[in-house]
């Protein structure tokens, strides 16, 4: 049986608030993360775990949110640890594997273009590392017309496909397209050819279940929107395993 005592530390309650925050555990676990500095100046009026998780996700830029969800994760993992294996994880045990699990996610920015004249359009696919770096990319050709929400779903689609194919099950796709990410983790039945595209995507993205489908802002999606349009232009599709220049300058940034 579960018990209600903390497993962290065996003498609280365990509640969301004592076991990420106050609990002795939690605080070696804080003190060693890159965030430690905001947990530290956590205010003391804050009265519940979601009011101060959002109130430290408010200090954070991008990349120290992730420290601090990382860690949240690997918290909760080591009192998994300890309630199901009957281990006893240690605060840098637990900040090494989270930041080890963490590590083997990969991002993938997808993005369509159009090419009106030709009555074509064209998707392409950015993978990176979790730190940014670039490890292979992908644009493709498609003739005839579509809707611009159809070929972004496309693009969603075809990175699916291609990124399970290559065998990586912990990915986050993203896109510029609210609609059919929307569509996609949406349950409403579609029966139009975009209904069809972006229920196929739900299909292949539920196994593994590792497999993320977000929406991002256009200017975050910038890599993926200038390797389509360079390919448009320049008629040239295909998979690279080096930065393409039409994207180089992107990705330093
Ligand atoms: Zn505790």
Redesign the pocket.
């Known amino acids: 049986m579960v018990s209600s005592t903390?497993a962290?530390?065996d003498?609280?309650l365990e509640q969301p608030w004592?076991?990420f925050y106050t609990?002795?555990?939690a605080q070696a676990c804080w003190e060693i993360s890159d965030v430690k500095n905001e947990i530290n100046q956590s205010p003391a009026e804050l009265e519940s775990f979601a009011e101060w998780f959002f109130h430290i996700l408010g200090k954070l830029d991008m990349e120290r949110r992730q420290s601090f969800v990382m860690t949240l994760w690997g918290i909760w993992h080591s009192r998994n640890e300890r309630v199901w294996n009957n281990t006893s994880p240690s605060a840098n045990w637990t900040m090494s594997h989270a930041n080890d699990t963490l590590k083997e996610w990969l991002a993938c920015n997808v993005d369509a273009g159009f090419d009106t004249e030709k009555r074509s359009f064209a998707v392409g696919m950015v993978v990176r590392d979790f730190n940014g770096s670039f490890i292979i990319c992908k644009t493709s050709l498609h003739h005839g017309t579509a809707l611009v929400k159809e070929a972004e779903a496309l693009a969603i689609h075809e990175a699916l496909s291609w990124i399970k194919g290559m065998g990586h099950d912990k990915v986050i796709v993203e896109s510029d397209s609210k609609t059919s990410v929307d569509a996609i983790h949406s349950e409403a039945p579609d029966l139009t050819e975009f209904g069809l595209i972006t229920t196929a995507c739900r299909v292949l993205s539920r196994s593994p279940s590792s497999i993320k489908i977000d929406y991002i802002k256009r200017q975050a999606n910038r890599t993926a929107h200038s390797l389509v349009k360079t390919a448009l232009q320049q008629a040239c599709f295909g998979i690279s395993y080096i930065v393409p220049t039409s994207i180089s300058s992107i990705i330093m940034d």
Do not use: P
């Open positions: 903390c962290n530390c003498s609280m004592h076991l609990c002795q555990f």
